[in-house]
């Protein structure tokens, strides 16, 4: 069942030692391209707040935005990407080029991409096109799996890889076990059956419901732990590894299914459930504690004229914003507002989100958490959660089902 290298008494000294070096080598490899990075990072920084200052004399933090504006006030601080500011009421009229292209997108795509949100309200519909590759083959030394069939998105694989070795790096564990990837229908189907039949109930309060599992996309992982003297343990997010809620959104992951969020996430607290979403996105949920039905709602409010401004742990800058399915139509016309490079994901419900590479450094930012702003939870007619600027203590004691997808 366990295809692990340490499995073999005998020579699990030489391979131990040889793991430690194969690790110690992918470290030094990364710590090289960190530097580079780093380097080149600083320069940009400075070449782009020199001609900041002198062209404009604008305050830096100008475009920083809070997380107030996620919850459906007027966005605090607009990205400004084209030539429209104030400046050009008094100048001869030139009208300001709003966006830079548009392209035209197929409205099966909105089910399709990293981030998806798969829940209780919104199935996952796209299993034909998943790109799913072994983390047997493509892993490193520096986490185990427990079984070679475990897959996940090829995306989310290095990212998942080097949190990983950062991580051995930084605490010397190397006992992470991957228990769970990508699942099939099929999968789900009989780990949903399997419960019932033990509990003798009609509905699991621990299996997701076929079809609405995040696993099911491929962008969700399960740690567990595998000791190096065979024994194996519950992964709980504590101590040492600690270290992973704190830096996984580095790698474009967040803790999916957090304590204080189970209302809206209609899942228990699940501390070894993992998510990859992408890295400005990931910054910004573990930076600001909302969950990722809050986020993907409040992104609503962050069209292509005011896009949302990430700024990540690393400085660099990102324009995020969502546009809405035509749903008329089989095609989506989205406005891009730079030539910078650019991703788009669906939402797995009614539109597109569109995250833009600005290719600039900022000073970092805050993302703090405005509890008091996202207490009020309710549901629209359609059951999709909606979150509300007001405190409102009788919409949060609604019945909800609480169950589990590990
Ligand atoms: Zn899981």
């Known amino acids: 069942m366990f295809y692990l290298a340490k499995n073999n008494e005998k020579n699990a000294k030489n391979k131990q030692q040889l793991k430690q070096e194969t690790i110690r080598r992918q470290i030094r490899k990364r710590q090289r391209k960190r530097k580079f990075n780093k380097a080149m990072d600083r320069l940009a920084a400075v070449l782009v707040l020199g001609c900041f200052f002198a062209a404009v004399g604008y305050p830096v933090a100008k475009g920083m935005v809070s997380i107030k504006s996620l919850t459906g006030e007027e966005p605090v601080g607009e990205v400004k990407m084209t030539d429209d500011s104030n400046l050009a009421a008094t100048e001869p009229v030139t009208e300001p080029v709003k966006n830079y292209k548009t392209i035209t997108v197929e409205n099966d795509k909105v089910f399709k991409g990293e981030m998806i949100l798969v829940n209780e309200n919104y199935p996952f519909k796209n299993s034909q096109d998943a790109d799913i590759v072994t983390l047997y083959d493509e892993k490193n030394e520096s986490y185990s799996v427990s079984g070679m069939e475990i897959g996940l998105q090829s995306e989310a694989v290095e990212p998942l890889n080097d949190m990983l070795a950062d991580f ?239």
Request: net charge negative; hydrophobic share 30%; proline share 3%.
């Open 168 to 406: 051995y790096e930084e605490t010397g564990h190397s006992d992470i076990l991957i228990v769970a990837g990508f699942r099939t229908l099929e999968q789900q189907q009989a780990l949903y059956d399997e419960d019932l039949e033990r509990t003798g109930l009609d509905i699991s309060t621990l299996v997701a419901l076929p079809g609405h599992s995040e696993h099911e996309s491929g962008y969700a992982v399960d740690f567990s732990l595998f000791f190096d003297d065979g024994t194996s343990g519950d992964y709980d997010g504590t101590g040492d590894y600690e270290w992973i809620d704190e830096h996984c959104s580095d790698y474009g992951y967040i803790l999916r299914y957090p304590a204080n969020k189970t209302e809206i996430t209609k899942i228990q607290y699940e501390s070894w459930h993992y998510r990859y979403i992408g890295r400005p996105h990931a910054y910004y949920i573990m930076q600001s504690g909302i969950c990722y039905e809050e986020y993907i709602d409040g992104l609503k409010n962050y069209s292509a004229d005011t896009p949302l401004e990430i700024v990540d742990s690393d400085g660099k800058a990102y324009a995020v914003y969502y546009v809405p399915a035509e749903t008329e139509k089989s095609v989506t016309y989205v406005p891009l507002i730079s030539d910078k490079p650019y991703t788009i994901s669906g939402n797995n419900s009614d539109g597109f989100i569109i995250t833009i590479d600005l290719q600039e450094t900022r000073e970092l930012v805050s993302y703090t958490t405005p509890v008091e702003e996202i207490t009020g939870i309710t549901t629209d007619e359609y059951g999709n959660v909606v979150t509300t600027s007001e405190v409102d203590s009788s919409s949060t004691e609604t019945t909800t089902t609480v169950f589990a997808v590990g």
